[in-house]
């Protein structure tokens, strides 16, 4: 949660606003109707949800449903990796900036440190994830100088570290194009130190480009959706906590779904709204981000979500 907002006099959600874990249930069994095959649970920070195991449970009994993984900070991931995956979770990702504590703290903005993050890795590991992924968001002069230290940490641990270029999300971030580290950059500056070598995707429309170590030890990815967008594939659909229905991380507002369900709507009825919006969009931001962003004052022309209100 961004400090400069986040305080004592932050209005949060009512309890009432917020989606059930039945209502959650059942918004992903519409979707998996339409072919969703995967889930993520993100955030803000999942993991401060109140029994989230119980939605784990929930989730893996969708029909259709054969991948559930969970995005978060790591801070409390060390108490819950167990039950998490007693409750079904399949794979975790955390993120994890930087292994320097001071650049760490000042990337998070709460003054926390890097060990607890670190134990909560270790309790996934513990705790038998099939996947454990590392998501660094690579900021120039703030962080771009460890992440070499990053990959090699992790390197040889089966864990896969996935480095991913600074993005305009919402509007707190101050964002500024000169701050962006390519993935040709990244890409660049691993390799010169631990030879890489690309590998073909895993699924049509994954997001990170993949990179195996040459001498077999493990592998990296790297997101690009600033230099090069992939809009033309993205396949994600995303839900709010209030129950918007969101088309694109880079989205102004979304579709509630909410107020229908409450009011009664059938699963038919559902499923004739989505797939209206679904079809119906014509999100590409990332491809018109130059013609939409004025750069060198780094100020939007439209408003965006937020992404402690939407995740990545």
Known sequence: MPAEIYGERYQFLARSEVLTFEEIQRLARIFAKFGARKLRVTGGEPLVRAQLPKLIELLTAVE??????LTTNGYLLAAQAKPLRDAG?????????????????????????????????????????????INCVVQRGVNDQTIVDLARHFKGTGHIVRFIEYMDVGTLNGWNLEQVVTAREILKTISSTMPLEPVKANYPGEVAKR????????????????????CGDCTRARLSTDGRFVTCLFSSGGKDLRGPIRAGASDDDMMRLISTVWSNREDRYSEIRTSEMNVRGGKEEHSKIEMFRMGG
């Open 89 to 133: 979770l399949d794979r975790v990702t955390v993120s994890l900036d930087s292994l320097d504590d001071n650049v760490f703290r000042q990337m998070n903005g709460r003054n926390f440190g890097t060990e607890p993050v670190l134990q909560g890795i270790d309790a996934a590991e513990r705790a038998g994830f099939k996947q454990i992924k």
């Open 211 to 230: 990179y195996v170590y040459a001498d077999g030890g493990g592998e990296i990815g790297i997101i690009a959706s600033v230099s090069q967008p992939f």
């Open 64 to 69: 259709g449903i054969d991948d559930i993984a």
